[in-house]
């Protein structure tokens, strides 16, 4: 499951830091760098997540950094640094992975089967295949 996830966010941050860079040099330095931060965070709240047994804590603090992101990206879109259309393609991306982050979470609390256990664990260990 976290796998998904995190093949998932990549590519979102890919696609993300590609506009980012494209904004307005006057937007480039505050509300390019706010919406770079934030997915950089995501992203390393994921990793964090699949390395350690305080997952839960994690996966929660992943969640309000995710809606904190959407707000950042309708902004932009507000500001017409992006398109609407790039924003439903953005929008429909975080709630993907808000349906994840949620499952992920309930998986947690629900108490994961030992096979998810450790195939979180396995997967936090061979990271470096992306």
Do not use: C
Not at 80 to 102: C, D, F, P, T, W
Not at 116 to 126: G, R
């Amino acid at each position: 499951m976290d796998r998904t996830l995190i093949e998932k966010t990549y590519r979102f941050m890919q696609w993300l830091l590609e506009r980012t860079a494209k904004f307005p040099k006057d937007l480039r330095y505050s509300l390019a760098v706010h919406v770079n931060d934030l997915a950089f965070r995501l992203f390393d709240g994921m990793l964090a997540a699949t390395a350690t047994r305080d997952r839960e804590r994690l996966v929660r603090s992943l969640s309000v950094t995710l809606d904190t992101l959407r707000y950042y990206v309708r902004l932009s879109m507000d500001m017409k640094v992006i398109s609407v259309k790039q924003y439903e393609y953005a929008a429909e991306a975080m709630n993907e992975m808000g349906r994840l982050i949620g499952g992920w979470l309930r998986s947690l609390r629900r108490g994961a089967p030992k096979e998810v256990e450790q195939a979180l664990d396995t997967a936090s260990s061979s990271r470096g295949s992306l």
